[in-house]
């Protein structure tokens, strides 16, 4: 790499350490800004500078965080997040918060106007009281899911089902007033206080479903700087990130290997926490241990 002239000099250090061990020798060594486009910085693991420091990478910006630069306040070790970048993740999660408790606010009344509307239509209240206990269920696993565990697939089935059962509620609350049927309450009702909190509360759980595919594909929060490559990816970056900050923020903070399946069991998946390439190239002797070391 020819991007720093004196890498070992330059504070915080920019260049990374290559083994002799490396099929690339001599010309291995890499700086920071090359490893990250190349996608090869990862979270969970150190990395070695020319100068034999190492820092952790910042679970959100995907750099490194060097001494002086973390943050007291993380609730991971304190190496794995800059100051500012620890500050935009509280903001986000905070953000997260505000919109889970609003979106519950709304399942809940989607839920209870049905009921409340049409108390004797078995075809719309069934179906209330149904989601009403599949989204409880969605808020119970996502209250008991760890660092380690990934159970965004499950999320995405059951929010599947819960906006089929949706519709249903739609295409009934739809045949009641093409054939006259909304009894005691007037079709503005039907429309305002049935199908638009229904409405909403599908749109919703559609975003849910997005922002739980993505992160069941294996996301990488910390790699999505990296620039792109086309207008495709450009699009569908801020895209993206939008559902995985309204969905479940916290993935900034995953551990990895992962679980995949459930709490506890299941593949492991995800980035496998690696060997530093120089404690790689001392245990196979082909370079001698730091002066000074034992």
């Known amino acids: 790499c020819l991007?720093?002239?004196?890498?070992?000099?330059?504070?915080?250090?920019?260049?990374?350490?290559?083994g002799v061990a490396s099929a690339d020798w001599p010309l291995a060594s890499r700086c920071v800004v090359c490893a990250?486009?190349?996608?090869?910085?990862?979270?969970?693991?150190?990395?070695?500078?020319?100068?034999?420091?190492?820092a952790y990478v910042c679970r959100w910006c995907g750099m490194p965080v060097h001494v002086g630069q973390t943050s007291?306040?993380?609730?991971?070790?304190?190496?794995?997040?800059?100051?500012?970048?620890?500050?935009?993740?509280?903001?986000?999660?905070?953000?997260?918060?505000?919109?889970?408790?609003?979106?519950?606010?709304?399942?809940?009344?989607?839920?209870?106007?049905?009921?409340?509307?049409?108390?004797?239509?078995?075809?719309?209240?069934?179906?209330?009281?149904?989601?009403l206990v599949l989204g409880l269920l969605v808020y119970v696993i996502m209250w008991f899911r760890t660092?380690?565990?990934?159970?965004?697939?499950?999320?995405?089935?059951?929010?599947?089902?819960?906006?089929?059962?949706?519709?249903?509620?739609?295409?009934?609350?739809?045949?009641?007033?093409?054939?006259?049927?909304?009894?005691?309450?007037s079709?503005?009702?039907?429309?305002?206080?049935?199908?638009?909190?229904?409405?909403?509360?599908?749109?919703?759980?559609?975003?849910?479903?997005?922002?739980n595919i993505v992160l069941a594909t294996d996301y990488r929060h910390w790699q999505r700087r990296i620039p792109s490559t086309g207008w495709v990816e450009r699009t569908w970056r801020p895209v993206e990130t939008f559902l995985v900050h309204f969905t479940w923020p916290k993935i900034t903070e995953a551990e990895y290997p992962y679980r995949m399946l459930w709490y506890g069991f299941g593949r492991l998946g995800g980035t496998v926490v690696r060997m530093r390439q120089s404690e790689k190239d001392i245990e196979m002797g082909t370079i001698p241990a730091r002066p000074g070391s034992a």
């Open 72 to 131: 007291d306040y993380t609730s991971m070790q304190v190496n794995e997040f800059h100051v500012p970048c620890w500050d935009a993740y509280k903001r986000v999660h905070h953000r997260f918060l505000l919109l889970g408790l609003l979106s519950a606010g709304v399942a809940v009344l989607a839920s209870a106007s049905s009921m409340v509307l049409v108390p004797r239509n078995l075809k719309i209240v069934m179906p209330a009281v149904i989601n």
């Open 147 to 185: 660092d380690k565990s990934r159970t965004f697939h499950f999320v995405a089935v059951i929010d599947v089902v819960i906006v089929a059962i949706w519709i249903s509620s739609l295409v009934e609350f739809g045949a009641m007033m093409r054939n006259d049927r909304t009894g005691t309450i």
């Open 187 to 211: 079709t503005l009702d039907a429309v305002f206080l049935g199908m638009l909190p229904i409405g909403i509360a599908m749109i919703v759980r559609l975003l849910d479903i997005g922002g």
């Open 36 to 54: 990250f486009k190349a996608r090869d910085l990862y979270v969970d693991e150190q990395i070695t500078f020319a100068d034999w420091t190492s």
């Open 3 to 18: 991007r720093t002239e004196d890498p070992v000099a330059s504070s915080p250090p920019t260049m990374l350490w290559a």
